[in-house]
């Protein structure tokens, strides 16, 4: 017989208190009201959609002050590679120019993703959900943001729904004992990049072993690559009762929402955070040569590791990143009023006094005015990893531009002369603030066209490729073999490229697609790195190799 034990209830995730600090939005539409004989907290619904608008404004323009700390740190650590400084150098100037509320710090204004607890005293005239949409939907209307939702018409058809609607918002109650007046709510703007490389895998108990976990976690880590835009702040959930539970999970961790949880696991189950193996695994990343982006020791800020219990014949691993556009902010709504979390309003205090001129050195400007011929053979002089300052015209195309071009070839027409002349660059602007040449216009996932970059270059187009993130091997193959280049952009700083490297913007076809049109750019100064040459030289090759001196994760490690 199993022995009798007593029931015991514990959270699955039971977080310590909230020491962030707030700024009040307003105490008009909150009331502490006596019904039956007991307290309720009533809120009016244009206290939650005034919330959720000023939550939004501040998330796409401000940054937590812990992630600009650890920007800074780059800066001022001597292992740091150059290219990792220069990366978050430009990281801190594009948060400084969006801090000023016009300019996004990404063109990719993301999913709208909320999560709400309500108290159980908590009283609203319901509908919470349309409510917080309407608040969305006014913020995406007002400020200069992107639209990128699509709606399914049918199976195959799709139209993008110019409001950046629905959004993913799910209301849960919250028992906690004390917390019966509070109704908390967490938004999340997650862009394409840094949501596609949420991962879950379906393990066994094999992998439960210092050896094998170091050996899985190389592998999948490796394969994030830097197309969401490093350096990351990575959360890996090991177990979970649910491997839904478990993404959701890591999250929630990406964001550090679940910081305070317990630092050793009960035969309750609870989910507790593992940290030393996070300083494991931190340390394991630093050595895969990735860096922030094109080399170095910065491919994660931070790491979150947590153990959640689990089913005896499962074993879900799931691994999220936030990026360098690290957009989360906490609201709440107490008898005191309705608050949001205070983001950092003065970044400039985090750049340098005077700009590293070593930061500046060795970069090669390239005349993009001259023909096509002539800008390959200038880059065919330069190793990978080179760095280069484009000026002159480029077209901007991305994915449903390229598969446009791709149907008009296989109907029999010529590749248009746009993508033979000119740099391709893929990328997707947000509205244009007025005075501004162009709005936020960062780099956009360079993997998504691979499958075009062969046949395109065979017919003289896409010779050269401007993008962020690695590549795969069809796409190095494909220039070695045509002659082509792929340059390798910062993702992040598109607040930044839209203020001082972009000068012109204006439609050149394809108009109907919104801002998937083709669009014809001028450009001074505009940054980027020698990723893939002409001779089949891949800069990401070499990390995507193990690494010989393993390091060891787990409870026996040194």
């Known amino acids: 017989m199993p022995l009798k034990v007593d029931f015991k209830y514990t959270e699955l995730l039971p977080t310590g208190a909230d020491e962030r600090e707030y700024r009040l939005i307003t105490t008009e539409g909150v009331e502490v009201v006596d019904l039956a004989g007991r307290k309720f907290l009533s809120i009016k619904p244009e206290v939650i959609e005034q919330i959720t608008y000023a939550a939004i404004k501040d998330t796409q323009h401000l940054l937590r002050t812990e992630h600009l700390a650890s920007l800074r740190r780059i800066l001022d650590d001597p292992e740091a590679s150059p290219n990792d400084r220069y990366v978050a150098l430009d990281l801190l100037k594009n948060?400084?120019?969006?801090?000023?509320?016009?300019?996004?710090?990404?063109?990719?204004?993301?999913?709208?993703?909320?999560?709400?607890?309500?108290?159980?005293?908590?009283?609203?005239?319901?509908?919470?959900?349309?409510?917080?949409?309407?608040?969305?939907?006014?913020?995406?209307?007002?400020?200069?943001?992107?639209y990128s939702q699509m709606a399914p018409l049918d199976m195959w058809t799709e139209k993008n729904t110019g409001t950046n609607l629905p959004a993913q918002i799910e209301i849960y109650a919250d028992t906690t004992q004390g917390h019966e007046l509070e109704y908390k709510l967490l938004f999340m703007a997650k862009g394409g990049g840094s949501a596609n490389k949420s991962l879950m895998f379906q393990e066994t108990k094999a992998i439960l072993n210092p050896e094998k976990m170091q050996a899985f976690l190389e592998e999948k880590l490796r394969s994030l690559g830097t197309a969401a835009c490093p350096p990351y702040h990575l959360a890996i959930v090991i177990g979970g009762p649910t491997a839904e539970?478990?993404?959701?999970?890591?999250?929630?961790?990406?964001?550090r929402e679940l910081d305070n949880l317990p630092l050793a696991g009960s035969d309750l189950g609870h989910g507790f955070r593992d940290i030393e193996m996070e300083a494991q695994v931190l340390k394991l990343t630093e050595q895969f040569g990735?860096?922030?982006?094109?080399?170095?020791?910065?491919?994660?800020?931070?790491?979150?590791?947590?153990?959640?219990?689990?089913?005896?014949?499962?074993?879900?691993?799931?691994?999220?990143?936030?990026?360098?556009?690290d957009r989360q902010i906490l609201a709440k709504i107490t008898p005191e009023g309705a608050f949001l979390e205070k983001l950092e309003t003065d970044p400039a205090k985090f750049l340098p006094d005077v700009t590293s001129e070593k930061l500046e050195e060795d970069v090669v400007a390239i005349d993009l005015n001259q023909p096509m011929s002539e800008v390959r053979k200038q880059l065919s002089k330069l190793p990978i990893k080179s760095r280069v300052s484009l000026n002159g015209p480029m077209i901007v195309a991305r994915d449903l531009a390229h598969a446009r071009v791709a149907e008009q070839l296989a109907a029999g027409q010529s590749m248009p002369d746009y993508f033979k002349d000119f740099v391709v660059y893929y990328a997707g602007p947000a509205k244009t603030p007025k005075g501004f040449a162009s709005g936020s216009f960062g780099p956009t996932t360079a993997g998504r066209m691979d499958s075009y970059v062969d046949q395109f270059q065979k017919l003289g187009g896409s010779l050269v490729?401007?993008?962020?993130?690695?590549?795969?091997?069809?796409?190095?193959?494909?220039c070695s073999e045509n002659g082509g280049f792929y340059l390798g952009s910062i993702g992040g700083p598109a607040a930044r490229l839209a203020q001082d490297c972009i000068v012109k913007v204006e439609v050149l076809d394809f108009e109907d697609l919104g801002m998937e049109a083709v669009w014809k750019i001028e450009v001074k100064d505009f940054p980027a790195f020698i990723v893939v040459d002409d001779k089949g030289h891949d800069f990401f090759e070499d990390t995507m190799r193990p690494i010989a001196n393993k390091i060891p994760v787990g409870p026996d490690a040194g």
Do not use: W
Request: charged letters at 15%; aromatic letters at 6%; hydrophobic letters at 45%.
């Open 465 to 478: 490729m401007l993008a962020k993130g690695n590549r795969s091997n069809q796409v190095t193959k494909a």
């Open 245 to 255: 539970f478990a993404l959701k999970t890591a999250k929630l961790a990406s964001a």
């Open 290 to 325: 990735i860096g922030a982006q094109f080399g170095g020791k910065y491919f994660c800020h931070d790491v979150r590791v947590i153990r959640l219990p689990r089913h005896g014949a499962s074993l879900p691993v799931a691994i999220a990143v936030s990026c360098s556009a």
């Open 95 to 146: 948060a400084n120019i969006s801090a000023g509320g016009v300019l996004p710090m990404c063109q990719d204004t993301g999913t709208m993703v909320v999560s709400g607890k309500r108290g159980a005293g908590v009283l609203t005239e319901g509908q919470d959900e349309a409510v917080i949409a309407k608040g969305i939907f006014n913020v995406y209307q007002d400020l200069n943001l992107r």
